[in-house]
Nanobody, 123 residues
Framework: QVQLVESGGGSVQAGGSLRLSCAVS?????LGWFRQTPGKEREGVAT????????IYADSVQGRFTITRDNVKNTLYLQMNSLKPEDSAMYYC???????????????????WGQGTQVTVST
């Protein structure tokens, strides 16, 4: 079972930046960042293949967020720039051990989840 522990959330003003981290233990094929606000479904933000490093981004964050992985430190990152109030949410990292044909931004394909870290962007 993959263990995931997020950190790095907090409060920031619109236009600011935050970097989220996720410590990863165990084998993964793909890692992802998701976010969720109360009453809404969990939304895929960005994903990365553990080998090769190919990435996929949601349209809403393309050009503002960057997902990376440090395979030496076994840590996943999400650099978030030009933050907007609508980016406010609980952010989760997730791991999928298998290649699949399902969209990489669909939460249901991921079997392991971290506990989440809150991001709040104020105007």
């Amino acid at each position: 079972q993959v263990q995931l522990v997020e950190s790095g959330g907090g409060s920031v003003q619109a236009g600011g930046s935050l970097r989220l981290s996720c410590a990863v233990s165990g084998y993964t094929y793909r890692l992802g960042w998701f976010r969720q606000t109360p009453g809404k479904e969990r939304e895929g933000v960005a994903t990365i293949r553990s080998v090769g490093g190919s990435t996929i981004y949601a349209d809403s964050v393309q050009g503002r967020f960057t997902i990376t992985r440090d395979n030496v430190k076994n840590t996943l990152y999400l650099q978030m720039n030009s933050l907007k109030p609508e980016d406010s949410a609980m952010y989760y990292c997730a791991a999928d051990p298998y290649p699949r044909t399902t969209s990489a931004l669909v939460a249901g394909r991921y079997s392991s989840w971290g506990q989440g870290t809150q991001v709040t962007v104020s105007t």
